[in-house]
């Protein structure tokens, strides 16, 4: 009895696993239609959202540079035609006033100042547009295009008007408040591109790549490739640094390859980790970055350009 006991009991959960399989089977494609239909505006909501701008998306304090060239000038400006490079900090205070402090080159003759009345609007879709009057020796009112990115902290933008430029930029956010000399510290990747009108003997085409060790105390060793106008010159150098309050920073290191002191100078960005900067030397129009290796933590950074 016992035996025949044990085996209708089996029988009788094999036929009820049996038919809730195949229950299952029949109900399945219903429960994911049904699934897919409560999920599904929520997955079309976000593919479709539209990411939106306004004036106050584009407010703080903008590490910048920008390289390019002036290929047509007025007679008058004649002497001005060539690369212009620039460095600096936009101050957009997200109402559409935006205070620039700049040092730029203009065909290597060297400048810098203040440019207290320029303007911005910010577009539903994340365009910026800038309207101020170049600095001398242009002085001339201008334009740039800019688009924002990463949540408003980057951007990059072009020289629009007038007309007879090349010129790009690009801008991160600064995070610091406040800067000291052991915010530029740890190994950098150095990047800079431009010309070099004067001295004659390094006139032409310049780029330069290397790696750059800050102690965080002022000081900086660097080992360099230069390409001056097609010639490689591989230089080891050490040189000193200043970082002010204000999160401007100024370096400089004697070359042998160059036969003078180089000096270059910008902004900080984020919180440290990229320096944006233009060669200071008369005859350069040199500009570029300085991106840290690893973070303060050390994670790897990417900053998009």
């Given at each position: ?6 085996v209708t ?23 994911i ?24 998306d ?9 390289v ?16 212009i ?13 935006v205070?620039?402090e ?24 994340c ?7 170049l ?18 902290t980057?951007?990059v ?7 007879g ?11 610091l ?13 150095v ?5 070099i ?24 060793t ?14 080891t ?45 008369e ?23």
């Open positions: 009895m016992p035996d025949t006991y044990e009991i089996r029988k009788e959960d094999r036929q009820f696993r049996l038919g809730l399989t195949s229950l299952l089977r029949r109900i399945a494609p219903a429960v239609l049904s699934l897919a239909v409560l999920v599904a505006p929520g997955v079309q909501s976000v593919l479709s959202a539209a990411i939106t701008c306004t004036d106050a584009y407010v703080g304090h903008y590490a910048f540079s920008s390019g060239s002036l290929v047509d000038l007025p007679p008058q400006g004649a002497i001005f035609l060539g690369t490079s620039q460095a600096g900090r936009f101050n957009p205070d997200g109402k559409g006033s205070p620039i700049t040092f730029a080159s203009y065909n290597g003759y060297e400048t810098n100042g203040y440019t207290p009345g320029a303007t911005y609007s910010v577009s539903p879709d365009v910026v547009s800038f309207n101020l009057t600095p001398l020796p242009l002085g001339a009112p201008s334009q740039f295009t800019g688009i924002l990115s990463e949540h408003g980057q951007m933008l072009m020289l629009t008007v007038p007309q430029t090349v010129i790009i930029g690009q801008h991160i956010k600064q995070d408040l406040f800067c000291g000399l052991n915010n530029f510290s740890g190994a950098f990747q990047d800079l591109t431009g010309t009108a004067r001295p004659q003997q390094l006139s032409g085409q310049y780029r330069q790549l290397g790696r750059l060790v800050s102690d965080g105390d002022g000081n900086f660097a080992s360099l490739i230069t390409n001056y106008n097609g010639n490689i010159v591989p230089e150098v050490t040189g000193t640094y200043t970082l002010n309050s204000e999160c401007f920073l100024t370096l400089s290191y004697p070359s042998v390859s160059a036969a003078q002191t180089v000096s270059f100078s910008g902004a900080i960005g984020g919180h440290g980790e990229i320096a944006m900067v233009t060669v200071l030397s005859g350069w129009g040199v500009s570029g970055t300085l991106r840290a290796q690893e973070g303060t933590g050390g994670e790897q950074l990417e900053i998009r350009q």
